[in-house]
């Protein structure tokens, strides 16, 4: 049987007669906690006889099993069969500074494995790196997890061996700001789902518009990482975020619900991607998780509302209803300011610690405030729930263990932390309490106790397939790939009902395959890229009765490349993050790329989201090359844009304001390898700059020059340097922040090193 079959099998299984629910553990273990809000993603456990109070420096009686240095960070850890995961710095402060998986023995803190991983192309400092968490796969023990710089793999849990991996940045357009927000993996039956602002290919709705940023979700198949859609909410929207969507059953039908950088309250199918609804909720995005109880939505957030002047807000939303939900909520109480933390249910009472550390007590009927208690200054993290005790970690380090009362709450403990943050969340596992600390993780917990948990609260569950077996979407796999002239790709397409449920993989003999552009595709769905030395895009469009799915692809040739814009009236359909921002304009008689400082929308004629940003044009498997471009720097105000080159994941930037021009790999970190050397730019002069990324045994080479259009090149390298943890491969790109003027580039090519 093939591993397509076997796939089909276990998720029809999923499916069949009454049983059949949404995200189904197929090791439903009620003391793993593989995902960092827990086993039902409600930051609650039916554990007993846990710890009411600890002391940090340990000792007999203390209930302090261990505590690991290593593991201290930003991330909220993950347990799964015995081991603890979690993503942290690696020789943090160093020129080889790195993130990395690690992997420990959950009883003991012992390290397992490690899966170390460069930080690159990326804005975030040093001390946001780990933002995000790893997420277990109870059915194969696999672990995955997503890095600030886009890195996105799979590993055994077992062993940390590699099984696959993505550049969601270089392939997709995945954007990664200065802040750091990452969005937390989430695993559902086959699929695993990341999402982010993505930038990707494709200018018009033909194409999907995935050209104009939006907060997008892209689900790949947790086995093999090919991808099998990408959808999301509105264009533009205002931030990157890091809300952990819910997937759970509202009214019968399975629903991924999440908080949106474009300020709503959302839910998609998780197996299609289609919307089911959304609410607009905030003027800002969104970073708190929502909370699901039932068919009831509850979400916070600490910005400016949609409508009034009130800032902050509690809603609670039906959400077995469809479409545009505004003015449809169950009940919105204002003046919550809660943007961090996520609410929590306790003992059919609504939780909700906002971001000054204040806890609130609500009626979920009515959103009637109940009790108040202050806890500390600040709040990031989200409390836990277990055994009839709320544990939690305030920001600076206040650490308060709760019980509820009838009236309100009792103070079991409270003690601080010195010197320690808390942004990571409390959970537990096997009787054990795990706090992550800036400094550590602790590891609480009574030697003598022997672990039990009540049974896992039941899933609600989804309609049958049988009450509705009428085909209604089609899916043709994979969505986009990026293939060679003449390589070829089996496509596969699948029929799913309007509730997003699968009904079958559709034999080749049932599917109308065609192709719109270049390349062509046999009756068997097997595609062969054309053999034209061009970057050319088309699209794969399979039929199966009424029904209609399509796919992209992207075909790039071998180097060299060469982009004069002579002909043509874009730059090319292929490169990620190219269309929109760049346009083809004569200038002085020739027609170059202009990197504009002003990408109006219909909301925001001066919109500047997007003026800074990266472009890919390539795959990420190259190495060995040299980059070339000719660049003019216009001027407005007084200022002056800044220009860059990407080669292999390092960037040489010319920083105009700053009067440097800068290699490096990750921009913000001063300790990381990086050369630079004085450049003081002239306005509207053409010069050329040139990058090249050698490998030289375990270390990688970058060199780059700069010098005036038309004279000659230079023998010397202007900067260079040597980067004892390099990068070997990468695809070819452009940098450009044209936030104060426009960017000029003509003559582009990549060459293979001589």
């Known amino acids: 049987m093939t591993r397509t079959a076997c796939r089909l099998l276990l998720v029809l299984h999923l499916f069949a007669g009454s049983t059949a629910h949404a995200n189904q553990s197929y090791a439903d273990s009620a003391m793993d906690w593989p995902n960092w809000r827990g086993p039902r993603q409600n930051n609650s456990s039916t554990e007993k006889g846990l710890i009411d109070h600890w002391d940090p420096n340990g000792g007999p009686g203390s209930n302090l099993l261990w505590k690991n240095e290593e593991l201290g960070g930003r991330s909220t850890p993950i347990v799964m069969r015995g081991k603890?995961?979690?993503?942290?710095?690696?020789?943090?402060?160093?020129?080889?500074?790195?993130?990395?998986?690690?992997?420990?023995?959950?009883?003991?803190?012992?390290?397992?494995?490690?899966?170390?991983?460069?930080?690159?192309?990326?804005?975030?400092?040093?001390?946001?790196?780990?933002?995000?968490?790893?997420?277990?796969?109870?059915?194969?023990?696999?672990?995955?997890?997503?890095?600030?710089?886009?890195?996105?793999?799979?590993?055994?849990?077992?062993?940390?061996?590699?099984?696959?991996?993505?550049?969601?940045?270089?392939?997709?357009?995945?954007?990664?700001?200065?802040?750091?927000?990452?969005?937390?993996?989430?695993?559902?039956?086959?699929?695993?789902?990341?999402?982010?602002?993505?930038?990707?290919?494709?200018?018009?709705?033909?194409?999907?518009?995935?050209?104009?940023?939006?907060?997008?979700?892209?689900?790949?198949?947790?086995?093999?990482?090919?991808?099998?859609?990408?959808?999301?909410?509105?264009?533009?929207?205002?931030?990157?975020?890091?809300?952990?969507?819910?997937?759970?059953?509202?009214?019968?039908?399975?629903?991924?619900?999440?908080?949106?950088?474009?300020?709503?309250?959302?839910?998609?199918?998780?197996?299609?991607?289609?919307?089911?609804?959304?609410?607009?909720?905030?003027?800002?995005?969104?970073?708190?998780?929502?909370?699901?109880?039932?068919?009831?939505?509850?979400?916070?957030?600490?910005?400016?509302?949609?409508?009034?002047?009130?800032?902050?807000?509690?809603?609670?939303?039906?959400?077995?209803?469809?479409?545009?939900?505004?003015?449809?909520?169950?009940?919105?109480?204002?003046?919550?300011?809660?943007?961090?933390?996520?609410?929590?249910?306790?003992?059919?009472?609504?939780?909700?610690?906002?971001?000054?550390?204040?806890?609130?007590?609500?009626?979920?009927?009515?959103?009637?405030?109940?009790?108040?208690?202050?806890?500390?200054?600040?709040?990031?993290?989200?409390?836990?729930?277990?055994?009839?005790?709320?544990?939690?970690?305030?920001?600076?380090?206040?650490?308060?263990?709760?019980?509820?009362?009838?009236?309100?709450?009792?103070?079991?403990?409270?003690?601080?932390?010195?010197?320690?943050?808390?942004?990571?969340?409390?959970?537990?596992?096997?009787?054990?309490?795990?706090?992550?600390?800036?400094?550590?993780?602790?590891?609480?917990?009574?030697?003598?106790?022997?672990?039990?948990?009540?049974?896992?609260?039941?899933?609600?569950?989804?309609?049958?397939?049988?009450?509705?077996?009428?085909?209604?979407?089609?899916?043709?796999?994979?969505?986009?790939?990026?293939?060679?002239?003449?390589?070829?790709q089996k496509y596969l397409a699948r029929v799913f009902n309007a509730r997003g449920q699968l009904l079958r993989e559709v034999p080749a003999s049932e599917v109308a395959f065609q192709v719109e552009g270049p390349g062509s595709i046999s009756a068997e769905g097997n595609y062969t890229a054309s053999n034209h030395n061009a970057h050319e895009a088309a699209r794969v469009v399979c039929r199966v009765g009424e029904l209609q799915g399509t796919a992209r692809v992207r075909i790039v040739p071998p180097l060299p490349w060469e982009f004069d814009f002579y002909t043509g009236d874009k730059v090319p359909l292929t490169w990620v993050g190219g269309r929109v921002r760049y346009v083809l304009r004569e200038v002085d008689g020739e027609k170059i790329a202009v990197k504009r400082d002003v990408l109006p929308t219909p909301r925001n004629p001066h919109n500047k989201l997007g003026t800074r940003s990266r472009l890919w044009m390539g795959p990420i498997d190259l190495s060995n090359y040299t980059i070339q471009a000719d660049v003019k720097l216009t001027e407005k105000n007084g200022k002056l844009p800044d220009i860059g080159l990407i080669n292999s994941r390092y960037t040489m930037t010319v920083r105009s304001m700053n009067r440097k021009l800068r290699i490096y790999s990750w921009s913000p970190h001063d300790t990381r390898a990086f050369a630079e050397v004085e450049y003081a730019p002239s306005p509207n002069t053409w010069v050329t700059m040139k990058l090249r990324v050698e490998s030289d045994g375990d270390q990688a080479v970058v060199r780059g020059k700069l010098w005036q259009r038309g004279h000659e090149e230079p023998d010397e390298w202007t900067v260079s340097m040597v980067d004892p943890s390099p990068n070997l491969f990468g695809s070819p790109g452009l940098y450009g922040n044209a936030q104060e003027a426009e960017i000029h580039i003509d003559n582009i090519s990549v060459t293979p090193n001589q």
């Not at 390290?111 to 040093?126: E, G, I, M, T």
């Not at 802040?179 to 039956?189: D, I, W, Y």
């Not at 320690?420 to 609480?444: F, K, N, Q, W």
């Not at 609600?460 to 003449?486: M, S, W």
Request: hydrophobic letters at 35%.
């Open 84 to 488: 603890l995961f979690t993503i942290v710095r690696d020789q943090p402060g160093t020129p080889t500074e790195a993130a990395k998986v690690v992997c420990v023995d959950a009883a003991s803190g012992e390290k397992l494995w490690q899966h170390r991983f460069n930080v690159y192309l990326s804005d975030v400092p040093d001390t946001r790196v780990g933002w995000s968490c790893c997420a277990g796969d109870p059915e194969t023990g696999r672990i995955y997890a997503q890095s600030v710089s886009g890195y996105f793999c799979c590993l055994e849990g077992d062993t940390g061996k590699l099984v696959w991996q993505r550049s969601l940045h270089e392939e997709f357009g995945l954007l990664s700001t200065y802040g750091g927000r990452t969005n937390v993996p989430l695993v559902f039956e086959d699929l695993i789902l990341v999402s982010g602002v993505v930038i990707g290919w494709g200018d018009s709705p033909d194409w999907g518009s995935l050209a104009k940023p939006a907060h997008r979700f892209l689900a790949f198949d947790k086995f093999t990482g090919e991808l099998r859609w990408i959808n999301g909410t509105n264009i533009s929207p205002y931030d990157t975020t890091y809300s952990t969507p819910t997937i759970t059953t509202l009214g019968g039908q399975a629903a991924m619900v999440f908080a949106s950088g474009d300020g709503g309250l959302w839910a998609l199918q998780p197996r299609t991607g289609k919307r089911l609804w959304n609410y607009p909720f905030s003027r800002r995005g969104i970073n708190v998780s929502p909370l699901v109880v039932g068919n009831t939505v509850y979400l916070s957030h600490g910005e400016e509302n949609v409508v009034g002047s009130a800032m902050g807000s509690l809603v609670a939303i039906d959400g077995t209803q469809s479409g545009n939900l505004t003015g449809k909520e169950n009940w919105q109480t204002f003046q919550v300011m809660a943007g961090k933390s996520s609410p929590i249910m306790v003992d059919g009472k609504l939780w909700v610690v906002s971001d000054g550390a204040k806890l609130g007590i609500f009626d979920p009927t009515t959103g009637e405030q109940i009790a108040r208690k202050a806890l500390g200054r600040t709040m990031r993290s989200t409390p836990l729930y277990a055994d009839g005790k709320v544990y939690l970690c305030t920001n600076e380090g206040v650490w308060v263990i709760l019980q509820p009362t009838d009236s309100g709450v009792k103070v079991l403990q409270k003690l601080r932390l010195p010197g320690e943050a808390s942004d990571g969340s409390p959970i537990v596992s096997l009787g054990r309490i795990y706090l992550p600390t800036s400094r550590a993780i602790y590891c609480l917990g009574d030697e003598s106790h022997n672990p039990s948990a009540e049974p896992l609260p039941t899933l609600p569950k989804e309609t049958p397939v049988a009450e509705d077996p009428a085909p209604a979407q089609l899916q043709i796999v994979p969505y986009d790939i990026l293939l060679k002239p003449g390589q070829q």
